[in-house]
């Protein structure tokens, strides 16, 4: 079992920064991989980025356009997803999730789900 417990969120004006925490629980954290998403009310949940145990990453260019970096520490059990040139557009609700074995990008993959944090930036 893998409980994840994400903080982070807030309000920020548009160019800020934000930095994601997702604090997981589990002996075998570093054999997950995790990854983030965001989902706005009444759309589909939505890939930002992936980190594998070992550290490869994976993002989303159209969402992202290198504006977001993801990393790990597994000594600390926790993922985070720095957001930075933030915009109104990435005003939405942002989850952490875990899954065993490879990165994907598909949120339907992924075993383990946070309680989601919101981000808002203003114009």
């Known amino acids: 079992q893998v409980q994840l417990v994400e903080s982070g969120g807030g309000l920020v004006q548009a160019g800020g920064s934000l930095r994601l925490s997702c604090a997981a629980s589990?002996?075998?954290?570093?054999?997950?991989?995790m990854g983030w998403f965001r989902q706005a009310p009444g759309k589909e949940r939505e890939f930002v980025a992936a980190?594998?145990?070992?550290?490869?990453?994976?993002y989303d260019p159209d969402s992202v356009n290198g504006r977001f970096t993801i990393s790990r520490d597994n000594a600390k059990n926790t993922v985070y997803l720095q957001m930075n040139s933030l915009k109104p557009e990435d005003t939405t609700v942002y989850y952490c999730?875990?899954?065993?074995?490879?990165?994907?990008?598909?949120?339907?993959?992924?075993?383990?789900w946070g309680q989601g944090t919101q981000v808002t930036v203003s114009s």
């Open positions: 999730a875990a899954k065993w074995g490879s990165v994907v990008i598909t949120a339907s993959a992924y075993a383990y």
């Open positions: 589990g002996r075998t954290f570093g054999s997950y991989a």
């Open positions: 980190i594998s145990w070992s550290g490869h990453r994976t």
